[in-house]
């Protein structure tokens, strides 16, 4: 049983990172096109099943049309799973990704 249970948490883990990943792409690709501060942490939100109160974003080297522009994202998980998932509370995942301003 507790072998299931890890085989579990482990596929939750993954499901996790996937969602971070993707978020960390669809962040990046709107700070290229909108200038706002708040515009990669909407994209980020918008396009994933993420919990907003654990995620965290950060953009950086956003400048001119053709600079490129690096976004961030942390996510810490949450895990409610019987027996092993004490084993990852409070683990962060991380992606980040770079795209070439387009305005």
């Given at each position: 049983?507790?072998?299931?249970?890890?085989?579990?948490?482990?596929?939750?883990?993954?499901?996790?990172?996937?969602?971070?990943?993707?978020?960390?792409?669809?962040?990046?690709?709107?700070?290229?096109?909108?200038?706002?501060?708040?515009?990669?942490?909407?994209?980020?939100?918008?396009?994933?099943?993420?919990?907003?109160?654990?995620?965290?974003?950060?953009?950086?080297?956003?400048?001119?049309?053709?600079?490129?522009v690096r976004v961030e994202v942390a996510y810490r998980t949450s895990s409610a799973m019987p027996l092993v998932g004490a084993a990852v509370r409070n683990?962060?995942?991380?992606?980040?990704?770079?795209?070439?301003?387009?305005?």
């Amino acid at each position: 049983m507790i072998l299931l249970l890890g085989v579990v948490q482990v596929g939750l883990l993954v499901r996790d990172q996937i969602l971070v990943v993707h978020a960390a792409r669809e962040a990046a690709r709107e700070a290229a096109v909108d200038p706002a501060p708040d515009a990669a942490r909407r994209a980020a939100l918008a396009s994933s099943t993420l919990a907003e109160a654990r995620l965290a974003v950060t953009s950086a080297g956003r400048g001119a049309a053709g600079s490129r522009v690096r976004v961030e994202v942390a996510y810490r998980t949450s895990s409610a799973m019987p027996l092993v998932g004490a084993a990852v509370r409070n683990l962060t995942l991380r992606a980040s990704a770079t795209m070439r301003v387009e305005r």
